[in-house]
């Protein structure tokens, strides 16, 4: 059976994306992983966040899920969300904290100079809502989601990666922003799909069926 493990460490929105997940894959075994043997024995990680970033990386340390989602993020299907793909980065600038490293990059805040539509109304900080997401690479995860096509996000916060070749997809608040990236076995996004209605669900399910070579 496959199972998923959506990784618990105090900070994610945990029942949600378990139930979505459930729905989209009604023959998974998905479980809420807090300990690092159910990580360890899943065959699909999925590592959602909510929060600041100071707070999550202090509580995925003291439960000590770092090297169990090290570990999975190296050897079996892995996706990030929001906070999820934030903590794979090198460094965030929310409270001046380290990442997994997973990724070359950092995390920066939304420039309040930047934030001003095209008629010069300005934009709020946290970027709450939908968003069109332009895909800037071929993906399975992809797989029937049309290009635009738009997913809720709650972030103030945006990867900046140092690799282009990591840019799976972007958005625009005003200026482009990286919201999705992949790597062989790993696909991290900034929006949340539990929230984001059909093409959230059928991100989640093509997770589930997902096999990278």
């Not at 999550?56 to 899920?65: K, N, S």
């Given at each position: 059976m496959n199972q998923i493990a959506v990784v618990d460490y105090g900070m994610g929105n945990l029942r949600s994306v378990a139930k979505a997940l459930e729905h989209v894959a009604p023959k998974a075994n998905v479980v809420i992983a807090?300990?690092?043997r159910t990580m360890r024995t899943a065959d699909r990680v999925v590592f959602p966040g909510q929060g600041a970033m100071p707070d999550?990386?202090?509580?995925?340390?003291?439960?000590?899920?770092r090297e169990p989602l090290l570990a999975a993020a190296a050897s079996k299907p892995f996706l990030g969300l929001c906070i999820g793909l934030q903590m794979l980065f090198e460094f965030s600038e929310e409270g001046d904290t380290p990442g997994l490293g997973l990724l070359a990059g950092?995390?920066?805040r939304f420039r309040d100079d930047d934030m001003?539509?095209?008629q010069g109304h300005k934009l709020?900080?946290?970027h709450m809502g939908w968003n069109q997401v332009y895909q800037a690479q071929a993906h399975p995860i992809w797989r029937g989601i049309e290009d635009g096509a738009r997913f809720y996000y709650v972030h103030s916060y945006y990867a900046k990666p140092r690799d282009a070749l990591l840019r799976a997809a972007y958005s625009e608040y005003p200026k482009p922003f990286d919201c999705a990236v992949a790597r062989a076995n790993l696909f991290a996004v900034q929006f949340h799909p539990e929230k984001s209605q059909a093409a959230g669900l059928r991100l989640l399910e093509n997770f589930v069926s997902w096999n990278p070579q």
């Open positions: 807090a300990d690092a999550c990386v202090r509580e995925m340390d003291a439960r000590g899920l950092r995390v920066e001003h539509d095209a709020k900080v946290p």
